[in-house]
């Protein structure tokens, strides 16, 4: 096999299986940088011998069994943590009956999530350490996405994996009472981890093509779970809302194609119907949250396949809702979008100055939203500015050249 399918192969078992393997290690040694450091080295080892043995019949197994070795060999060679010895040796068997055809080894990607939203860890790491350990994302775009230093996030990533490891936190699901401390931010990590496979849409960058497909797997599973939770629900309907639009997203030539431009006869009516009916049962529960919220906003958007228009009132609405709720930069920015559409520039111009400037400094859609508020009110060199900010911060080359085109229009 030549070395750009190997590392093609390699590169699916990443996607595919990074997870659910960090987590099944993670689980039987509670040392989850251990795990990490394993499974690094089964992958490297991996680009040595697929090219001259071949892709196994079953890579995930192959992984299993190469990263467990790693782990045995250096808990022996350190000569420490010998009470994790048995546990890994029962991993070693367990990775053993993987290469038994059609036996798949269990999913503890959810006992993981809820272990890095142990109390025991600080708050401002749950989200980040769930979207490294279980969703693979690395400390560099994570940090981004926190409007941190890398080198800060990586050492607090650091603290939280050896406080796990030293507090020997158990890799169980919580009991009853103690799920709502530590759900929403699990359902926020999930939501994250969409969002950053939905904002790269072409599919280019390798280290989050597949992640918005995770993410709507991972929030199945954790509705499974909780059914009776309207959170979860809620995420679930948010995500589907998103992603039944995933075709109108780009026309034929690959050019972005905004939500207010795109075809509705693109849109997935069954991704339609099935969060809806999610939507509905949520709301059936009489328990008002965030993902709901977000959840209905989306829900108004889709009804443009059936109606035609969007209601930009209901939207308005919906959003001042959502700033009383959760108030973060994403619901400030739709709210003063929605409301410009729904009343005129000026209001919506006047709420998007409301937020504190350090806030949205980094923010791409603040400045999009700018840009185009900004041209509306006839403030044209203000626009350029604020376009050229947006395009500085977009990372998606169709976006870009989209907002180029925009600018190049007569005023």
Excluded at 288 to 298: M, P, T, V
Aim: aromatic residues 6%; neutral net charge.
């Amino acid at each position: 096999m030549s070395v750009d399918a190997t590392h093609r192969a390699v590169e699916q078992a990443a996607r595919e299986s990074y997870g659910r393997l960090l987590a099944f290690l993670a689980a039987r040694t509670r040392d989850v940088a251990a795990a990490e450091d394993a499974l690094a080295e089964a992958f490297h080892a991996a680009l040595e011998h697929w090219p001259r043995d071949g892709v196994p019949a079953q890579p995930e197994a192959w992984l299993l069994t190469a990263a467990r070795r790693r782990l045995i060999d250096a808990s022996r060679r350190a000569q420490v943590r010998r009470d994790a010895l048995p546990a890994l040796l029962v991993a070693a068997d367990a990775a053993e009956e993987q290469l038994v055809p059609d036996l798949a080894f269990p999913d503890e990607r959810l006992k993981l999530l809820f272990v890095c939203a142990h109390p025991a860890i600080a708050r401002d790491v749950h989200t980040p350490l769930m979207l490294q350990t279980v969703l693979g994302l690395d400390a560099a775009r994570i940090a981004s996405a926190f409007l941190v230093k890398p080198a800060t996030m990586g050492q607090r990533l650091s603290r939280a994996k050896a406080k796990i490891r030293d507090a020997g936190i158990a890799f169980e699901l919580p009991l009853a009472g103690d799920l709502p401390a530590r759900l929403g931010a699990v359902l926020e990590a999930i939501y994250a981890a969409y969002g950053s496979g939905w904002d790269d849409v072409a599919g280019a960058d390798p280290r989050r093509r597949g992640l918005a497909i995770e993410a709507v797997a991972l929030g199945r599973t954790l509705l499974q779970l909780l059914p009776a939770e309207p959170e979860a629900r809620g995420l679930l309907a948010l995500m589907l809302y998103c992603e039944l639009r995933r075709a109108a997203r780009r026309d034929e030539s690959g050019t972005y194609v905004p939500l207010s431009r795109q075809d509705t006869m693109r849109w997935s009516r069954p991704l339609i119907a099935e969060a809806d009916r999610l939507l509905q049962a949520a709301q059936r529960a009489g328990r008002l949250g965030r993902f709901q919220l977000e959840a209905a906003i989306q829900a108004v958007h889709a009804r443009r396949a059936v109606s035609g228009v969007t209601d930009w009132e209901a939207l308005a609405l919906l959003y001042e809702g959502l700033v009383r709720l959760a108030p973060g930069i994403g619901a400030l920015v739709g709210r003063a979008a929605a409301v410009a559409e729904a009343r005129d520039a000026e209001h919506g111009w006047a709420l998007l100055q409301a937020i504190p400037a350090e806030a949205v400094r980094d923010y791409q859609p603040y400045w999009a939203l700018a840009t185009h508020l900004l041209a509306r009110l006839q403030r044209h060199g203000e626009a350029d500015t604020a376009r050229e900010r947006a395009i500085g911060l977009c990372e998606d080359p169709a976006m870009r050249t989209f907002l180029r085109q925009q600018g190049r229009r007569p005023h």
